[in-house]
């Protein structure tokens, strides 16, 4: 869905562009993926002097109790090499501009797969990161990478006799033990039919993977990916599997998108210094022994409309206790480049 709007802050120009995706890019700027989670969407580029396309930027727009919402599927695609944070500032500035100039009331924080290298002016912001697998290695050189202990559980899980399946038929066995964990956690997951949709609008580009003990699923991801980029993004596993079961998946995984030509094998998502002995460290230290390199940005929000984004924030708060921006803003440091603790 194209809308005509642009807008300009200094720098760079947020104006919406035709969606051109190719498999070079983030599945997350696939236009049949953007659909199936809103009938409004669109991609916002980066329009420099001269004309020219300096980067991109997917997003959705989300309508609840009479607000609009834009939230970002992914980071800022840039279009070439010397595309730098001082020009994505810039533009972001600008994109704020856009949004509010499409009628949005905010800009919430983005999916958990998105780590933003900037924010812009006045925006609400907090550091995030994730761990990434570069696959430009050699099967040994990922073998390597993964921590001693790992290794062993991933031995273990295989001498024991765990077996990983793919396919979309395992798609509601991929559900039911996320939703389960999310749910062990105290959060909310997806229906089965919203689940199914996103999938379904993936095609191609969406893997299930199910771990499997005589006959039994002990641990499930699924996965987003294109040539660039393999994102697990849902995963869990049942009470009491397997040890090593999730490890052996994830290595297995690894091995199947380095064989397709996929660049990189992102963890998705992990909080920057969390505290010691606290779940969100353990979540870390998975992706860190696994191989996973450390990226750090940002995650970030913005109000648009004073009163709809207090509504919007007080509803948060009493059904999470808030989203990840008011639960990570505290760890944010003054920056010459990215702007002040807000």
Not at 64 to 80: C, D, N, Q, S, Y
Not at 158 to 176: F, R
Not at 303 to 326: C, M
């Amino acid at each position: 869905m194209q809308m005509d709007t642009s807008a300009t802050a200094g720098g760079l120009r947020a104006k919406s562009i035709p969606i051109n995706w190719h498999d070079a890019l983030p599945i997350y700027a696939f236009e049949p993926f953007l659909r199936s989670v809103s009938d409004e969407y669109g991609w916002i580029g980066g329009i420099d002097d001269s004309g020219t396309v300096r980067c991109i930027l997917p997003y959705t727009v989300i309508r609840k109790a009479g607000i609009r919402m834009v939230r970002f599927r992914v980071e800022t695609i840039p279009l070439g090499e010397d595309f730098d944070v001082r020009e994505e500032k810039t533009f972001l500035n600008s994109v704020v501009h856009y949004c509010r100039a499409i009628g949005a009331d905010m800009i919430i924080p983005a999916t958990t797969n998105t780590v933003f290298r900037t924010y812009p002016d006045g925006a609400i912001a907090a550091p995030y990161g994730s761990y990434i697998i570069s696959l430009s290695q050699n099967e040994e050189e990922l073998w390597s990478n993964i921590s001693h202990k790992y290794r062993k559980e991933i031995r273990h899980a295989m001498n024991k006799g765990v077996t990983i399946k793919s396919g979309m038929e395992y798609l509601d066995i991929a559900h039911a033990i996320v939703r389960n964990t999310f749910k062990r956690s105290g959060h909310p997951f997806m229906g089965f039919d919203e689940f199914k949709r996103m999938i379904h609008g993936l095609g191609e580009h969406a893997r299930v993977a199910i771990a499997f003990y005589q006959g039994e699923p002990q641990s499930g991801t699924v996965y987003h990916f294109s040539a660039y980029s393999a994102y697990a993004v849902h995963g869990g596993s049942i009470p009491k599997p397997v040890s090593g079961a999730m490890k052996l998946l994830q290595w297995e995984s690894i091995r199947s998108f380095r064989d397709l030509g996929v660049k990189r094998f992102d963890l998705v998502g992990a909080r920057v210094n969390p505290e010691k002995g606290s779940k969100q460290e353990g979540i870390m230290l998975f992706k860190q022994y696994l191989g996973g390199k450390p990226v750090q940005g940002y995650m970030w929000k913005y109000p648009l409309s004073s009163l709809k984004y207090a509504i919007y924030s007080q509803a948060v708060r009493l059904q999470r206790g808030g989203d990840i921006v008011d639960l990570e803003r505290h760890k944010l440091v003054r920056d010459s480049v990215h702007g002040p603790n807000p």
